[in-house]
């Protein structure tokens, strides 16, 4: 995930570009919030068991994108006191 890799809007070359990693970001953000409304016990322990790893990795490599990566760890987890990754 290179946060210099655009795309370019529509068909049009020339026009404004979108950054890819932004992107990325605003889609699982919007996934994380249906999944949380559909079954949110669920949805944090399987984020737990196979999503916080690969972005704990992405993290730990570059500190460019941890700020933004914190946002999704927290978009995967009922914002209660005895959620899982809290208790973590």
């Known amino acids: 995930m290179n946060p210099t890799v655009t795309v370019p809007h529509g068909e049009e070359e020339e026009g404004p570009s979108t950054n890819i990693f932004d992107l990325?970001?605003?889609t699982l953000g919007q996934i994380a919030i249906k999944l949380l409304?559909?079954?949110p016990q669920q949805t944090e322990v399987?984020?737990?068991e196979y999503g916080?790893?690969?972005i704990l990795e992405v993290m730990?490599?570059?500190a460019l994108k941890r700020n933004r990566l914190i946002?999704?760890?927290y978009s995967f987890v009922m914002p209660t006191n005895n959620s899982h990754l809290r208790l973590l």
């Open 24 to 26: 990325m970001h605003q």
């Open 37 to 39: 409304n559909a079954d």
């Open 46 to 48: 399987l984020f737990l």
């Open 52 to 54: 916080l790893e690969p």
């Open 60 to 62: 730990s490599e570059n």
């Open 71 to 73: 946002y999704l760890l």
